[in-house]
């Protein structure tokens, strides 16, 4: 492949509390507005506490899941009285750090999640933002704790509905498990490494670091499984099972089972081989998602650097 | 110590959503009341779902804690217009399952808590009621899973707060850790077994099976912990230390790191050597209590036997 290179990427920004009951991004980026961290080398940061109202409440959101207001249709959308706070919101977090797809918007948006689900250090972010994937492999490369992984989206910007895309470039960090309105400092400890490690790219990419291409791994989309739910009352009759609860990321084979029904019956996976993503995050229940199903993937990336000006 | 008897224990309540996002209690509450179980053997049963509006919303409470409404002077004072709903719920809960105190309330009243905090099996009792820390020592010598453990109060009954102070006997089952508002198979399935053999010891103790004497350890309060906090925004400025997550029951000893600070400090157990207890407990954040401290204590229990009409 090609080398690339890119202008420098001056501007991040940090962003914590997207959903209000995540704690370490809530934790985070309060700290660093303590300490007035708003620059390290060449790069200016910006901390944002994305939902201030759910966080001061403790919970998800407050009227809609801020993180599904990004899109370009509900970012250019009328707005009325009856407009949800967090798409308001989503409004005034364009207007700062983007706007989205403009050459305003921030160089990079990161922004920190956590999920009850087994899902360790997980990078979400898009196939073609090479720049993320560089980030990707060099957390990667550099976390020596738990595997790093990332789910790869392929969808247009215009259609990415969560808070990264309104960064030039962007990717979710996702750690878990962390039950939600609870802070665990090794989570804490690990989404913070993650940040900083991404801060150190930038900023060796900008001092003329070339990076090397070559191939990362991450995990795609098939399909997302609902619980086994009662036909009349809509309630779900049965709960993850404990072989595949804590396993996100083990392969799930034929036969493999996947719900433990309320009355004692095992219900077993059917089809081909996938990954398992996201296991009971609590988030999820109203969403009607127990887990997602996932291939493999692998991405080449090209060598980057910077662009001289 | 002499032989106890008590009179027959024929009705039991098992309650469920007392909090209503710890779900095991919620699940196992519909399912029997789905299944349509109201009897077994000698011991009538009665399910209920004690906070309706709080399980629907997949919160704790709507507006007050409803596990702190039921001392004699909470269910005995003034009703208003701003009474809270769960101060009203619990005169009614109190109808249905009392009145506390009196002849009329039932014999054994099993409340099913979660928790986020690795309490793993926990009975919450009074060290007065043998009845309960008979079920107790039974419910030991039968779980082979994790070890079962015992919080002991020695308040009057009059003063205790909790639904299960409701029956003649009663006790919370504690189990953990879940985050609030997701199920876990395993869990649940602690929970089941816990109220299952409660209810078999009901039916041996009814039939006439004498229950030996002996010794059983539990927990007392010696102190509550709050977290480290910003003397003028009043936000905690710490997480429990990686050292002390997960470690409920492990014996602290001076100098232990309890909290790891935002910064980076580490924060040390300071004074004797206690037992920490419901370690990063969601809920608590707004109670102010990061952890409890404990003693451990042994308590001598009466060989005790139904007493013959």
């Given amino acids: 492949m090609e080398p690339v290179s890119f202008p420098p990427l001056s501007r991040v920004a940090i962003c914590g509390g997207t959903h209000g009951n995540e704690m370490s991004g809530v934790y985070i980026v309060r700290e660093m ?35 599904r207001c990004f899109t370009d249709a509900l970012l250019s959308g009328p707005i009325t009285d009856s407009t949800p706070y967090e798409l308001r919101r989503a409004r005034e977090l364009n207007a700062q750090l983007g706007p989205k797809g403009s050459r305003e918007a921030v160089d990079l948006l990161c922004d920190l999640h956590n999920t009850t689900a087994n899902m360790g250090m997980c990078l979400i972010l898009y196939s073609f933002d090479w720049i993320s994937l560089h980030i990707y492999k060099y957390i990667q490369s550099k976390m020596t704790s738990p595997p790093v ?132 995050e609590c988030a999820y229940y109203e969403k009607k998602i127990a887990f997602h199903l996932t291939k493999k993937i692998t991405v080449t990336l090209p060598s980057i650097s910077v662009k001289a000006d």
């Avoid at 961290?37 to 899941?65: F, H, M, W």
């Avoid at 060796?204 to 399909?223: D, M, Q």
């Avoid at 990321?249 to 004692?264: A, N």
């Fill in 33 to 67: 507005q303590k300490q007035k961290v708003d620059q390290k080398g060449s790069v200016s940061i910006t901390t944002v506490l994305s939902n201030p109202r759910a966080v001061d409440a403790c919970i998800r959101y407050t009227e809609t899941d801020l993180n």
């Fill in 149 to 280: 992984r990332a789910i790869l989206f392929d969808i247009p910007s215009s259609e990415a509905y969560s808070l990264e895309s309104v960064g030039k470039h962007g990717f979710t960090i996702e750690v878990g498990p962390q039950p939600h309105g609870v802070l665990r400092a090794d989570i804490f400890n690990m989404a913070k490494e993650a940040m900083d490690l991404s801060i150190e790219w930038l900023q060796k990419f900008n001092s003329g670091s070339a990076f090397e291409g070559g191939e990362v791994e991450g995990y795609t989309l098939v399909r997302s499984v609902d619980y086994p739910r009662d036909p009349t009352t809509n309630d779900i009759t049965a709960a993850i099972h404990p072989q595949l609860q804590d396993n996100d990321f083990k392969l799930l084979h034929k036969g493999d089972p996947v719900f433990q029904s309320f009355s004692g019956e095992t219900v077993k996976h059917e089809g081909e081989d996938l990954y398992p993503l996201f296991v009971n």
